[in-house]
C-alpha cells in the first residue's frame, strides 16, 4: 500500500502561482510513477502532469504545457506540482497518484493509489 497525501492548495488571483505538494509513504517510493489529476465542478477527473521514477520524461496535458511543472524528490518521499500563471480554468480539486512501473502514464484507471486531494481555487 502507499498512502499519498497532497497539501498546498488554496485561493489565489489569476496570474498567480501555487505549489501543491504529495507526500508518500509505504512503500518505496522510487518504484512508482507519480501523477497528478484535477476534478473540476461537474467535470470528470482529468490527467494534469505525470513523471517517472528518477524524475525524467515529464508528461503534461496541453492544457497545463508551460505553465505547470512536475518534479520530485525521493529522498523526501514528495512529488510536486508548481503551478504558474494560474487561470480561473484550473479551479479543481488536485489528487496525487501513484502507479508501479517505468512508463509515465496519463489514464486516471492506470494509477492504483490516490490522495484525498486539495482544492485549488483561482479568482478572476
Known amino acids: 500500500q502507499v498512502q499519498l497525501v497532497e497539501s498546498g492548495g488554496g485561493l489565489v488571483q489569476a496570474g498567480g502561482s501555487l505549489r501543491l505538494s504529495c507526500a508518500a509513504s509505504?512503500?518505496?517510493?522510487?518504484?512508482?510513477?507519480m501523477g497528478w489529476f484535477r476534478r473540476a465542478p461537474g467535470k470528470e477527473r482529468e490527467f494534469v502532469a505525470a513523471?517517472?521514477?528518477?524524475?525524467?520524461?515529464?508528461l503534461y496535458a496541453d492544457s497545463v504545457k508551460g505553465r505547470f511543472t512536475i518534479s520530485r524528490n525521493n529522498a523526501k518521499n514528495t512529488v510536486y506540482l508548481q503551478m504558474n500563471s494560474l487561470k480561473p480554468e484550473d479551479t479543481a480539486a488536485y489528487y496525487c497518484?501513484?502507479?508501479?512501473?517505468?512508463?509515465?502514464?496519463?489514464?486516471?484507471?492506470?494509477?492504483?493509489?490516490w490522495g484525498q486531494g486539495t482544492q485549488v481555487t483561482v479568482s478572476s
Open positions: 509505504g512503500r518505496t517510493f522510487s518504484n512508482y510513477v
Open positions: 513523471i517517472n521514477w528518477s524524475g525524467g520524461n515529464p
Open positions: 497518484a501513484a502507479t508501479s512501473g517505468w512508463v509515465v502514464v496519463a489514464g486516471r484507471d492506470e494509477y492504483s493509489y
